[in-house]
């Protein structure tokens, strides 16, 4: 089954523990990216990848670092947590072509900063 | 700064009935738009794309683009309680490498 799958679904954690999302994807898609949603905000893009070893930072990248060292997987990783990271994430792919970026989305991870 | 503005809601709609959700954006540089849909708790699902000037139909869903009036809807024919959910547009820039979403507009159907 074509999918994006994430890990963990849900954490809960406090202010400076380094924590690591992971995002894998089944579809040998080029695109990745991590988006977080808050209410009144709606969904947000923290960093993009057009494909292996290429990263870029979207609207909101503080606070957050990636990495792209395989095609499939593209973890978020959070060195210094704080309250205000709080929020639901989601990971994305799609194929990098050109006029189309028609993105499929992980299940979502809720992280709760204490 | 590119923006994407779409009416919050609640649109509520009856059983059987055409909901219409539309979106306004900012960028005239941008080349795709797409609606998903998002269901509470869960992750967007996308339903629709579009890339030229005019309508796209796809079974009850129609999407329709104006990119001289910056202006994409979406038409839900024959409306089910099914389809309440937030519908998010977005499109995405010349370069193709985000997506900007709105924030969407919550849809009610009510039996």
């Known amino acids: 089954e074509a999918q994006v799958t994430q890990n963990p679904r849900y954490l809960i954690t406090v202010t400076g523990k380094k924590l690591t999302v992971t995002c894998s994807q089944n579809?040998?898609?080029?695109?990745m990216s991590w988006y977080r949603q808050d209410p009144g905000l709606g969904l947000r893009q923290i960093y993009y990848?057009?494909?292996?070893?290429?990263?870029d930072k979207g609207d909101v990248p503080e606070g957050y670092k990636v990495s792209r060292k395989e095609k499939r997987n593209f973890p978020l990783i959070l060195e210094s947590p704080s309250p205000n990271q709080t929020s639901l994430y989601f990971c994305?792919?799609?194929?990098?072509?050109?006029?189309?970026?028609?993105?499929?989305f992980g299940p979502g991870t809720r992280l709760t900063v204490l | 700064q590119k923006e994407v503005e779409q009416n919050s809601g609640p649109l509520s709609v009856p059983e059987g009935a055409i909901a219409s959700l539309n979106c306004t954006y900012s960028?005239?540089?941008?080349?795709?738009f797409f609606w998903y849909r998002q269901y509470s708790g869960k992750s967007p699902e996308l339903i629709m794309s579009?890339?030229?000037?005019g309508d796209k139909e796809d079974g009850r869903f129609t999407a329709q683009l104006n990119k001289a009036s910056q202006y994409v809807s979406l038409l839900i024919r024959d409306s089910q309680p099914s389809d309440s959910a937030t519908y998010l547009c977005?499109?995405?820039?010349?370069?193709?490498?985000?997506?900007?979403f709105g924030k969407g507009t919550m849809l009610l159907v009510s039996p």
């Open positions: 579009i890339y030229s000037n």
């Open positions: 977005a499109f995405s820039n010349s370069g193709y490498s985000t997506l900007t």
């Open positions: 579809m040998n898609h080029e695109y």
């Open positions: 994305a792919s799609s194929l990098a072509l050109a006029g189309v970026n028609e993105q499929f």
């Open positions: 960028d005239r540089g941008s080349q795709s």
């Open positions: 990848s057009m494909n292996v070893e290429v990263t």
